[in-house]
């Protein structure tokens, strides 16, 4: 089972801060949450795997979606877990 999260940024998008311009390059971040010897982990489009805490393990179980709040969580705090090439 998978599920997955994705954002996208606006091509070329201008952001003017005190006067100066600053361009954002479109961005696709690509999130998938997998199950693996038993416990949920969130892969990255680059190979990277996010693995919870064990805190955050607990929660991720405890709700009534587990694999979408593994991306979620994943993706809104990424420290409460860690990141593995």
Do not use: F
């Not at 100066?20 to 680059?46: C, F, G, Q």
């Amino acid at each position: 089972m998978q599920i997955s999260l994705s954002k996208y940024a606006d091509d070329n998008v201008a952001l003017e801060d005190a006067g100066l311009v600053y361009l954002t390059r479109e961005r696709e971040d690509h999130l998938n949450a997998i199950l693996r010897h038993d416990a949920i982990l969130v892969e990255d489009t680059d190979g990277g795997v996010w693995c919870p805490d064990r805190e955050a393990a607990v929660e991720i179980a405890a709700s009534a979606d587990p694999m979408r709040a593994a991306v979620v969580m994943c993706d809104e705090d990424p420290m409460r877990g860690e990141w593995h090439q």
